[in-house]
Structures are given as structure tokens and as C-alpha cells.
């Protein structure tokens, strides 16, 4: 059964860094292209960034462009997220997902695989 489990969140202060992993198992995702998305505590979920499957491709929302950066490892079956210069409005509950679409998908709906998520907390 296809899985996908993140790590790396925690409790950091503004300005810090942080890197989030995502671990597959159960199949290779390494055709698919793969996201990472967040939610806030009484907020939908949304869009964080996305990489194509070769890792050529990226997109990011607007909020963390030139923060954030999204790499991949499909020999090791894992996703990146490096988080730098975080700020408190950066907390939250962040996922990773897999998507069968092409064209560097960015709404929730268009994922097909969901890992549980990781808690990130930036402290003021």
C-alpha cells in the first residue's frame, strides 16, 4: 500500500530554518509530480509547492517564493521541503501529496496520495 510519511516539523523561532521530508513507501513515486501543501488551525488547506517528477519544474505560492524550496530524491523515494526566514503566519500543519496530473497541479483536489502531515510552529 502506497504511503507517504513526513517529518521534520517542530517548534522554531522567526527567522529560523526548518526542512521537512517526505518518505515514500509502498511504490515509487518517482513519475509522479509532488507537492507539499499546509493548513492552519480553522483554515483550509492550501498550496505550498510543487516539483515535477524529473525535479526540473517548481512552482511556489506566492507567500514563500524565495523562502521556500522544494527538491526531490527519487532514488531515495523522498521529497524536500527547506524552509528559510520563517514567520509566525508560516504555522502550520504541513502535507505532502503525490499526483497522477501533469502541468504542475497546484489544487488540493488534484492529489491523489496524502501523507499524514507534520506539525510546524514559528514562534514570534
Known amino acids: 500500500q502506497a504511503q507517504l510519511v513526513e517529518s521534520g516539523g517542530g517548534l522554531v523561532q522567526a527567522g529560523d530554518s526548518l526542512r521537512l521530508s517526505c518518505a515514500a513507501s509502498?511504490?515509487?513515486?518517482?513519475?509522479?509530480?509532488m507537492g507539499w501543501f499546509r493548513q492552519a488551525p480553522g483554515k483550509e488547506r492550501n498550496f505550498v509547492a510543487v516539483?515535477?517528477?524529473?525535479?526540473?519544474?517548481?512552482k511556489y505560492a506566492d507567500s514563500v517564493k524565495g523562502r521556500f524550496t522544494i527538491s526531490r530524491d527519487n532514488a531515495k523515494n523522498t521529497l524536500y521541503l527547506q524552509m528559510n526566514s520563517l514567520k509566525p503566519e508560516d504555522t502550520a500543519v504541513y502535507y505532502c501529496?503525490?499526483?497522477?496530473?501533469?502541468?504542475?497541479?497546484?489544487?488540493?483536489?488534484?492529489?491523489?496520495?496524502w501523507g499524514q502531515g507534520t506539525q510546524v510552529t514559528v514562534s514570534s
Open positions: 509502498g511504490r515509487t513515486f518517482s513519475g509522479y509530480d
Open positions: 516539483i515535477s517528477w524529473s525535479g526540473g519544474s517548481t
Open positions: 501529496a503525490a499526483t497522477t496530473g501533469i502541468a504542475l497541479r497546484v489544487g488540493v483536489h488534484d492529489y491523489n496520495y
